[in-house]
């Protein structure tokens, strides 16, 4: 699989959207003064972590199909 392959299958992921709308959330809160620095921080490593879970597991499922 290419560079630009890879890019177009993640760019269509809801995860990745799912990612990118949380991490504007927490932009949006962080600018607005409702949450510190630190708490968008947290945030964002949170969204971080949720997401690369997310594709772990479908990797994982991935490599249990292809295997059977």
Do not use: P
Request: some cysteine; glycine content about 4%.
């Amino acid at each position: 699989m290419t560079f630009t392959e890879q890019i177009k299958k993640i760019v269509r992921s809801r995860k990745f959207w799912v990612l990118i709308a949380a991490l504007l959330a927490t932009t949006a809160a962080c600018v607005a003064g409702q949450i510190d620095i630190w708490q968008a921080l947290q945030a964002a490593v949170a969204a971080l972590a949720v997401y690369s879970t997310g594709v772990a597991i479908e990797d994982s499922g991935n490599t249990a199909k292809n295997a059977s």
